[in-house]
């Protein structure tokens, strides 16, 4: 219980630090703590496999790219990316709606049971994943495919 | 004491709704990706929490397909930045508005 509340509170001030930095690099940076912190929930959530995938396609291979994305687009003036918020309040009083939204639906809605079984097996979810959805599995594999040559084509030089 | 899902689900929306609070609020496309980001990782944690809570593999298996969608959504996305900004030299959303029809 103190493992959730603390999780929670990190994933929360990484999360607001992830909007609300004026630095784009830094909060590039936050995301990744956000996202290493989430592995920990995943951690707790008996899910030891989606930890380990968590922190390495996320914390591993997206950041590392969106932080060569914002080195490689620099501004004009060579100054470091800033970013300032437009709208704050309008940002914040939809985000509240949306909270609260999400909040009255998910105190009326009638969940799972509170006894969780505490399922820690990932031989089982690859195997889920060769056999029930192994169709999906492919299809995943072609959407790879398609977005790694997407991202080939779009971001060549057209003179080149 | 043993938590029940609601805790988790309450945090993940809290996180959901920051993410959106990001969106609305950058102009910066790489920003925007960002908020994109962090929106998708509460709806993983959501997933994950209902998966561990009825008991089934389930929610791991959609949360491990929406991470593998997730990162090749932001590998589109990085590469139209990129393009935008050799286009434009600004990669500020609004740049774009030529692309309107």
């Known amino acids: ?146 977005a790694m040559i997407a991202a080939i084509v779009i971001a060549r030089r057209r003179d080149a | 004491m043993a938590l029940g899902v609601l805790p988790w689900l309450l945090l993940s929306a809290a996180l959901f709704s920051t993410g959106l609070f990001g969106l609305l609020t950058r102009k910066h496309a790489i920003g925007l990706l960002i908020s994109v980001e962090l929106m998708a990782n509460a709806v993983n944690l959501n997933l994950v929490a209902f998966g561990y809570f009825r008991g089934d593999l389930m929610g791991q298996v959609l949360a491990l397909f929406g991470i593998a969608l997730t990162v090749a959504e932001v590998v589109v996305g990085l590469a139209l930045v990129i393009q935008l900004h050799r286009h434009n030299r600004s990669i500020d959303v609004d740049s774009a508005r030529e692309l309107a029809g």
Do not use: C
């Open chain 1, 1 to 146: 219980m103190i493992a959730f509340f603390v999780t929670a509170a990190a994933l929360l001030v990484t999360a607001v630090m992830v909007v609300t930095s004026k630095d784009l690099v830094r909060a590039v940076l936050w995301l990744g703590l956000s996202l290493v912190v989430t592995a920990g929930a995943y951690a707790q959530l008996a899910a030891d496999m989606l930890a380990a995938i968590q922190i390495m396609l996320y914390a591993g291979g997206v950041v590392t790219l969106m932080l060569f994305a914002v080195m490689l687009t620099p501004r004009p003036d060579d100054e470091r990316p800033t970013v300032a918020l437009v709208n704050p309040e309008r940002g914040f009083a939809a985000a509240l709606l949306m909270f609260f939204a999400l909040a009255m639906a998910l105190l009326q809605a009638e969940l799972p049971g509170g006894t969780a079984v505490a399922v820690s097996d990932s031989q089982e979810v690859g195997r889920l994943f060769l056999t029930d959805h192994l169709l999906a599995f492919e299809a995943l594999s072609v959407l790879l495919l398609a």
